[in-house]
């Protein structure tokens, strides 16, 4: 059966990258917010060092990350290799695995946009906050997150439409396996692959409009706000 001239199979790949955008995006934001605060202010040397290793998804080709994470959470890897001697799973090929993936490679897109709105924001409201007997709860739900909101949409909007395109990491980490770690972006690929020009067509035009929609969003949301972000 087909939906707007797109396979069963074909949005069952759908599903599988926006649940996987969706998660993605919802733990980088929760991960990313203490690290970018302090990479906002701190002045210890190693932040460069930091700085650096957040950047670093930016300038490597995918296919390496997939690769080290392939061996990373593979049988015989770190992660993989211990949690099978504890009689779990290994992480490879699995949802999970892709999930890890791709929160490491949109890293840059959450924590420098964070970065720059803390930065934007300073400390004079904290310190007004907390002469008025502001809790560190209080700072945070009160001051910080209204002030730094647009940095936040910025983050999202921009880790959510980066996932959706992911391609090299995820097929490295998932290996396209069909209904379970094949995204829409792997199964264009095979449509390829195939000589299915029609079928990739019609998922790359819906990868396409959902990705400008996004940063038209993002876009209109600098000019309004004037917050500083990474842009792709």
């Known amino acids: 059966m087909t939906y707007f001239g797109i396979s069963e199979a074909d949005w069952a790949a759908l599903q599988l990258t926006l649940r996987l955008a969706l998660i993605s995006t919802a733990l980088l934001l929760v991960l990313c917010l203490p690290l970018a605060w302090w990479l906002a202010h701190t002045q210890r040397r190693i932040k460069v060092v930091v700085e650096a290793l957040v950047a670093l998804p930016l300038v490597l080709p995918p296919t390496v990350i997939g690769f080290y994470l392939l061996i990373l959470l593979g049988p015989r890897g770190a992660v993989g290799g211990t949690l099978e001697r504890l ?72 880790s959510f439409a980066h996932t959706l395109g992911e391609f090299g990491v995820l097929l490295m980490i998932g290996g396209g396996i069909p209904g379970q770690t094949q995204v829409a972006s792997i199964a264009i690929y095979s449509h390829v692959e195939a000589f299915d020009h029609a079928s990739a067509h019609r998922l790359s035009l819906f990868l396409l409009l959902t990705a400008f929609a996004l940063l038209v969003c993002v876009y209109a949301l600098n ?9 792709p």
Do not use: C, W
């Open 223 to 231: 000019k309004r706000f004037r917050v500083a972000g990474i842009m």
């Open 87 to 158: 009689g779990a799973s290994h992480l490879a090929f699995t949802f999970t695995g892709l999930v890890i993936g791709s929160m490491i490679y949109s890293l840059p897109f959450v924590v420098q946009p964070l970065q720059n709105a803390f930065q934007a924001m300073g400390r004079r409201p904290l310190e007004v906050a907390a002469t008025l007997r502001a809790g560190p709860l209080d700072r945070l739900v009160s001051v910080v997150l209204p002030l730094s909101r647009q940095g936040l949409l910025t983050a999202a909007v921009l």
